[in-house]
């Protein structure tokens, strides 16, 4: 955000110095409990992959100075520190990036530094350039892989299976106050810069806001270089539109393409790297293309100062079965409401329900249809 004064308070940050410092500590504790018509596992639903159990998610600490990007007058700077453990360390981890007890090992509890970076603003150019420079989010999307910015506990299908972190420079310019402009350069996705599968990749985004400010679309090229087959080298294509209906409701759409080029066909003499899948390719064929199609919409309504309604659903073609192990067809439909008690805790219970239309792609290949009755709870601080 550029142009919006930092008005976030915690209560870490009140408990240590009465928020005075620009320098802020603050986290939150996300444990969750479902239940499944699966036996073993929930994949590729996300962030509850372990089936009927109770755990724990997320045990986030952050560390911030955000710039000031209100005033005129001069250059400045901030930075972003984030630690997480967890079982969702899976989906946030990146080769090279204490990526072993993952990848390597598959422990259901780890721990991920999953966001480092620093953040120079300069606000001679346009209406405010924000330089940033690390480990940061993969820009497109509607969703993120930390629990609070989501509308919803589990994630789409459509997120479960697209890049997570990258690491790299980005360049956001507002541009005025209708369009913002991003341009970057990566090492690609889901690696760190010091990995053989690092690759410089562009990333290219525009977002433009209507005058009524009811309608934002926004489209981005995200790690794009020359698509072939490394850990997690996707090239993803990404656009989203958000529209508000009133007040109290609005809607999110998101729909993406992604591919990767010469992935090692499923059963041939080409291994697949550790954490991956192979692809269903044509017989005889030891390599091949690999595409993917999603697309998700959210629908919120807003019952109170302290509770909304979500209803989500998702479609998603992986043609090549390389993202999620299955060549298939996916659906996904889940109603979520959210409770908020007091100001730091809130509650998340959902009905989830999904199919894979053209072959058992749930629980190991045993079912073709899951239900899930799932919920969250975090405890921000």
């Given at each position: 955000?550029?142009?919006?004064?930092?008005?976030?308070?915690?209560?870490?940050?009140?408990?240590?110095?009465?928020?005075?410092?620009?320098?802020?500590?603050?986290?939150?504790?996300?444990?969750?409990?479902?239940?499944?018509?699966?036996?073993?596992?929930?994949?590729?639903?996300?962030?509850?992959?372990?089936?009927?159990?109770?755990?724990?998610?997320?045990?986030?600490?952050?560390?911030?100075?955000?710039?000031?990007?209100?005033?005129?007058?001069?250059?400045?700077?901030?930075?972003?520190?984030?630690a997480l453990f967890g079982t969702d360390y899976r989906y946030t981890v990146a080769k090279?990036?204490?990526?072993?007890?993952?990848?390597?090992?598959?422990?259901?509890?780890?721990?991920?530094?999953?966001?480092?970076?620093?953040?120079?603003?300069?606000?001679?150019?346009?209406?405010?350039?924000?330089?940033?420079?690390?480990?940061?989010?993969?820009?497109?999307?509607?969703?993120?892989?930390?629990?609070?910015?989501?509308?919803?506990?589990?994630?789409?299908?459509?997120?479960?299976?697209?890049?997570?972190?990258?690491?790299?420079?980005?360049?956001?310019?507002?541009?005025?106050?209708?369009?913002?402009?991003?341009?970057?350069?990566?090492?690609?996705?889901?690696?760190?810069?010091?990995?053989?599968?690092?690759?410089?990749?562009?990333?290219?985004?525009?977002?433009?806001?209507?005058?009524?400010?009811?309608?934002?679309?926004?489209?981005?090229?995200?790690?794009?270089?020359?698509?072939?087959?490394?850990?997690?080298?996707?090239?993803?294509?990404?656009?989203?539109?958000?529209?508000?209906?009133?007040?109290?409701?609005?809607?999110?759409?998101?729909?993406?393409?992604?591919?990767?080029?010469?992935?090692?066909?499923?059963?041939?003499?080409?291994?697949?790297?550790?954490?991956?899948?192979?692809?269903?390719?044509?017989?005889?064929?030891?390599?091949?293309?690999?595409?993917?199609?999603?697309?998700?919409?959210?629908?919120?309504?807003?019952?109170?100062?302290?509770?909304?309604?979500?209803?989500?659903?998702?479609?998603?073609?992986?043609?090549?079965?390389?993202?999620?192990?299955?060549?298939?067809?996916?659906?996904?439909?889940?109603?979520?409401?959210?409770?908020?008690?007091?100001?730091?805790?809130?509650?998340?219970?959902?009905?989830?329900?999904?199919?894979?239309?053209?072959?058992?792609?749930?629980?190991?290949?045993?079912?073709?249809?899951?239900?899930?009755?799932?919920?969250?709870?975090?405890?921000?601080?």
């Amino acid at each position: 955000m550029i142009g919006e004064p930092d008005s976030n308070s915690y209560p870490l940050m009140t408990a240590i110095n009465q928020a005075r410092s620009r320098t802020k500590l603050y986290g939150w504790i996300d444990p969750s409990l479902n239940f499944s018509t699966s036996a073993q596992r929930n994949a590729p639903e996300a962030n509850d992959v372990y089936s009927n159990r109770f755990e724990t998610n997320q045990f986030v600490l952050y560390a911030e100075r955000l710039p000031d990007s209100v005033h005129r007058d001069h250059i400045d700077w901030g930075y972003h520190l984030t630690a997480l453990f967890g079982t969702d360390y899976r989906y946030t981890v990146a080769k090279g990036y204490f990526s072993g007890p993952w990848l390597n090992h598959q422990r259901q509890y780890g721990f991920d530094p999953t966001l480092e970076y620093v953040d120079v603003y300069v606000p001679w150019v346009a209406q405010g350039l924000n330089l940033r420079a690390g480990r940061f989010i993969s820009v497109p999307g509607i969703e993120a892989q930390l629990a609070p910015n989501n509308y919803i506990f589990s994630h789409s299908l459509l997120y479960a299976i697209d890049p997570f972190t990258d690491t790299g420079l980005i360049a956001t310019v507002k541009v005025n106050d209708r369009w913002l402009l991003q341009l970057g350069i990566t090492g690609g996705h889901d690696v760190a810069l010091w990995t053989p599968d690092a690759k410089p990749s562009g990333t290219a985004c525009l977002s433009y806001t209507t005058k009524s400010v009811n309608d934002n679309f926004y489209v981005c090229g995200n790690g794009i270089n020359d698509g072939k087959y490394a850990y997690n080298n996707l090239q993803q294509y990404d656009a989203t539109w958000y529209h508000k209906f009133s007040k109290t409701v609005h809607m999110a759409t998101e729909t993406w393409y992604m591919y990767e080029r010469d992935v090692p066909a499923l059963g041939g003499k080409v291994q697949p790297e550790i954490g991956t899948n192979a692809a269903y390719c044509l017989p005889g064929e030891q390599r091949c293309t690999a595409p993917e199609y999603a697309v998700v919409n959210f629908l919120q309504k807003e019952l109170s100062a302290h509770d909304f309604l979500s209803f989500r659903s998702d479609f998603l073609d992986d043609k090549k079965g390389q993202r999620t192990g299955y060549a298939t067809r996916y659906s996904e439909d889940t109603i979520m409401w959210c409770h908020w008690m007091g100001t730091t805790v809130q509650i998340r219970p959902e009905l989830r329900f999904e199919r894979a239309w053209d072959m058992k792609a749930y629980d190991y290949g045993r079912r073709q249809n899951q239900l899930t009755v799932a919920s969250d709870l975090i405890f921000h601080f």
